[in-house]
């Protein structure tokens, strides 16, 4: 895999993505290049100290390159993508993923040179950073964060350090706190931002990069919607069928949990649409999206109907009928089940539940997320893990492979203690 890192000044590149970078010439996963796009009246002292923050991200001078553009003048044009091709040409490098800046920022400069590198190479996948001093996050939409943990923030402020010539400039806007505020986006202290932008076809060079994202929340959902919206297809209780025997607040707590994670990680909105599964053409959005299904098959429709049958399901939530007992956590495999148990009120005191993150049969290209539960106490259980999402958690464990997932899992009364009984990887 060939990597270009663009920049519009010698510093741009330490300043938006040097942890990014350092990691990738670390874990030698690909064959970086750095262009710098412009020169200025102090060129000489300005590349030096770009060939020595190269180095210092473990890119040699040699993948260095000058575009030798007027700073402050940066535009695209015939004659700038032009440039950028030939030098690209000139140097056999056929980039798979180019790193450059957000046009979600207040510099000239900067909005230019992302045009110029989309104009150039148009069957890349992009990653866009911000730089602290004129980004405007109103705008950004990052998917893709880098932890900035003590060896990583150490050896990017190293790489800052290089441009010594700029160290007034650079003080004037505290970089520490806009890492901090991309960091909150991912349950993070501080990171490295970015957002992603993928060609129309299936490119695994890229999906090399996705799975180095520090936020397993992004992680996890960013495959599954390469375009938005994402519609969740929840319980719907109007239809005849099997009495439902257990309070069905669970699963709203479960879904305003679910809601809340975008509404604070997925800038600059969220990509949620909700419906009933029962009212709703849920074949029409699985003919071309990635879709959530919500509740057992007690509950939700397309889950009896489409998910349970799916060739592919292991792990299931199905009841009987007539039926004359609790629904219950199912291996179709080996035909094992798994009962809730309940105590006084009906209240439920140990209940079975089932993540999973699977193929659409309908859509190859396309997820169907499935968080069911023996009743809704799992299914509340199954949404708060996707939804916290956190580093430490059983989402960021088990799901962390392009590979479609089945969680099995037991919940107790408190809701606390979550015990995993299976894992199954599929394709």
């Not at 059983?394 to 392009?402: E, P």
Request: hydrophobic share 40%.
């Amino acid at each position: 895999m060939k990597l270009v890192a663009i920049g519009a000044h010698p510093d741009d590149i330490e300043l938006g993505c040097a942890a990014l970078i350092k990691k990738v010439t670390e874990l030698q996963l690909a064959e970086v290049y750095l262009i710098v796009l412009t020169d200025d009246g102090k060129a000489k002292t300005r590349r030096r100290e770009a060939l020595n923050g190269a180095r210092s991200m473990g890119v040699p001078k040699r993948r260095v390159l000058f575009a030798g553009m007027r700073d402050g003048q940066v535009r695209v044009s015939a004659r700038s993508v032009e440039r950028l091709r030939n030098m690209a040409s000139e140097w056999e490098i056929a980039p798979d993923v180019i790193i450059t800046h957000t046009e979600a920022d207040s510099h000239n400069d900067h909005v230019e040179a992302s045009r110029i590198a989309h104009a150039a190479f148009r069957q890349c996948a992009f990653l866009h950073f911000s730089i602290h001093l004129s980004a405007e996050l109103d705008r950004f939409e990052p998917r893709l964060f880098i932890d900035l943990a003590q060896d990583s923030l150490e050896s990017k402020a190293a790489a800052i350090a290089c441009h010594g010539s700029q160290e007034n400039r650079l003080k004037g806007v505290d970089l520490t706190i806009h890492e901090q505020i991309l960091g909150h986006l991912a349950g993070l202290k501080r990171v490295e931002a970015f957002e992603v932008r993928l060609p129309g076809q299936d490119h695994s060079p890229a999906k090399e990069l996705l799975a180095l994202s520090d936020s397993p929340f992004h992680r996890f959902w960013l495959p599954i919607m390469p375009a938005e919206p994402l519609t969740i297809f929840h319980e719907g209780y109007s239809q005849p069928g099997a009495a439902i025997d257990w309070p069905t607040g669970h699963e709203n707590v479960g879904r305003e949990a679910l809601r809340q994670a975008f509404n604070d990680r997925w800038l600059p909105r969220s990509p949620l649409r909700e419906r009933a599964s029962d009212e709703a053409d849920v074949m029409a959005s699985l003919n071309g999206d990635s879709i959530v299904l919500v509740g057992g098959a007690v509950g939700n429709i397309a889950v009896r109907n489409i998910y349970n049958r799916m060739r592919g399901t292991v792990w299931a939530i199905d009841y009987d009928v007539p039926r004359t007992e609790p629904a219950y956590l199912l291996n179709r495999e080996t035909g094992v089940r798994h009962y809730p148990r309940f105590g006084g009120s009906n209240s439920v005191q140990l209940d079975y539940g089932v993540l999973s993150r699977v193929t659409n049969p309908f859509s190859p290209k396309r997820k169907i997320v499935c968080a069911a539960g023996a009743t809704g106490f799992a299914t509340r259980a199954a949404l708060e893990l996707l939804a916290e999402a956190s580093p430490a958690g059983l989402v960021a464990r088990h799901f962390n492979s392009a590979k479609d997932t089945q969680m099995a899992f037991a919940v107790e009364s408190e809701g606390e203690h979550i015990k995993v009984l299976d894992v199954h990887y599929g394709r």
